[in-house]
């Protein structure tokens, strides 16, 4: 794999301050499933570069450093690919959905049956776990942990132990976004999106949508739509920012923001889109 049945697309795209952009591509021939690490230079027209060659089940990456990421395995192994050496660093031995860098510099990797693991240095300590699958984890600059997941999972850490909201539902809560002011954006599934402030929960009306991603992004925060394209928030609302994107992970750095889903990765600049359509005729085909 690649072969002629194969299909690739991209989970998650981070964009460089320079412009180039890390992709986790996965690729697939219906049964087997290979995931590969992608910089593509002078985006969307350079060179593509192989960091990490076709490293099994990936679920999810983040950047410690323009050289330097993490990546978390679906079969619980964590992955560091730093100066183009590909190091296996641990194995939790959990399925994992996603992995996290905080601000201050503390590593989250998260996944099934409520795990949430902590890595402070070098070491991985497991934090209590969680009543349902984990789908995303982020800090505040305070300190505060949050999580968010399936059956309407969303809760904070405390440094010892998780204390449970509950938002009245039962959706999958994919996203959630830490705000300035200590509040708590998140969205989900079934048109679920809203508020978390002051120890209350204000559901917003937004257009009829799953979401999967936020991301602020020169002061606007956008809305992962999928197939219903990039939105943007506007009050207590969305509203269509682009539309025909796949839109199904944001990762923004001070330039750029790069939005990914399907075969394709975005690039927004606060201008224009540069788009990278592929299915699989990356380098080596």
């Known amino acids: 794999m690649p072969d002629d049945d194969s299909t ?28 590969s690490l992608m910089l593509l230079e002078n985006f969307p027209d350079g060179d593509e570069l192989e960091l990490a060659d076709e490293h099994r089940l990936v679920a999810d990456f983040d950047m410690i450093a323009p050289d330097h990421f993490i990546l978390a395995e679906g079969t619980g192994k964590v992955i560091e690919v730093r100066n183009g050496r590909v190091t296996q660093t ?53 300190g505060i942990v949050y999580a968010c997941g399936t059956d309407g999972l969303f809760a904070s850490f405390d440094g010892s132990d998780w204390t449970a909201f509950d938002l009245s539902t039962n959706v999958d809560l994919q996203s959630l976004l830490v705000l300035d002011d200590g509040s708590v954006l998140l969205c989900g ?3 679920f999106a809203g508020v978390w402030a002051a120890e209350r929960w204000v559901q917003w009306d937004v257009p ?20 219903e394209g990039l939105m943007v928030v506007e009050g207590s609302t969305f509203k269509v920012s682009k539309a025909n994107v796949f839109s199904y992970s944001l990762r923004a750095s001070a330039r750029h923001l790069a939005i990914a889903g399907n075969n394709e990765i975005v690039r927004y600049d606060g201008k224009s889109y540069p788009c990278l359509e592929f299915n699989y005729d990356l380098e080596d085909e």
């Open 189 to 191: 599934m079934s048109d």
């Open 90 to 142: 641990a194995d939790l031995k959990t399925i994992f959905t996603g992995v996290h860098r905080a601000i201050d510099g503390r590593i989250y990797a998260f996944g099934f049956n409520g795990s949430v693991y902590q890595r402070d240095g070098i070491t991985w300590r497991a934090l209590p776990k969680l009543r349902s699958n984990v789908l995303c984890v982020r800090a505040s600059p305070a």
């Open 208 to 227: 009829s949508s799953d979401y999967y991603d936020l991301a602020l992004f020169k002061g606007r925060i956008f809305v992962g739509a999928g197939s």
């Open 8 to 35: 690739t697309t991209c989970h998650t795209a981070v964009p460089l301050d320079n412009g180039d952009v890390v992709g986790l591509m996965v690729t697939t021939d219906g049964e087997y499933f290979v995931s």
